[in-house]
């Protein structure tokens, strides 16, 4: 076997007998993931106050069409904003490092749509997207990663 090297469009094999595409012999043979069990839902204040949560009310819960309009505004302005933000640092405009959270949006939505009012976010990367999905108005964000007085850290 060759040793690593980086692949080119053209190039899609590590040697000339192996193939690099998923039904490959070299990727492992796995099994189908279990089906997930209903579990009770929980959120972060619960568990911190002793608070028992009531069962799911059903194991596939369903959005209203409202309910899913607004996870969808919140990921499209998930989308836009990290956008603007790659705009921007391309330019040259904004300085030090920018980790985008593009593709991950409704990770963000998902999750910090569960939590309650009282429940806090810590985050340490690809945080832009989570301030936004909490509320934060997206010019503090912008601000806050421009460096400004305006931004989020210093208006709080």
């Known amino acids: 076997m060759m040793p690593h090297r980086v692949l080119s469009e053209v190039d899609t094999t ?3 007998r192996a193939p690099l595409h998923a039904s490959s012999s070299l990727w492992p043979r796995t099994k189908p993931a279990p089906r997930l069990r209903t579990r009770k839902a929980l959120a972060v204040s619960d568990v911190l106050s ?6 799911a009310a ?3 819960p369903s959005a209203t069409r409202d309910e899913a309009l607004e996870l ?3 990921m499209v302005l998930g989308r836009f904003f990290e956008d603007m933000c790659a705009q921007m640092y391309y330019r040259g405009k904004m300085f030090g490092f920018v980790h985008l959270y593009n593709g991950q949006e409704a ?3 998902g999750f910090i749509k569960l939590l309650n009012q ?3 976010v810590v985050s340490t990367y690809l945080d832009h997207v989570h301030a936004l999905s909490k509320g934060v108005p ?3 964000v912008m601000a806050e990663l421009f460096g400004k007085a305006t931004g989020q850290s210093l208006s709080v």
């Open 138 to 140: 997206p010019r503090s």
């Open 118 to 120: 009282a429940d806090c």
């Open 50 to 55: 002793g608070n028992k949560a009531a069962p």
């Open 107 to 109: 990770v963000s939505t």
């Open 72 to 74: 969808y505004e919140d």
């Open 14 to 16: 590590i040697d000339e």
């Open 58 to 60: 059903a194991a596939h």
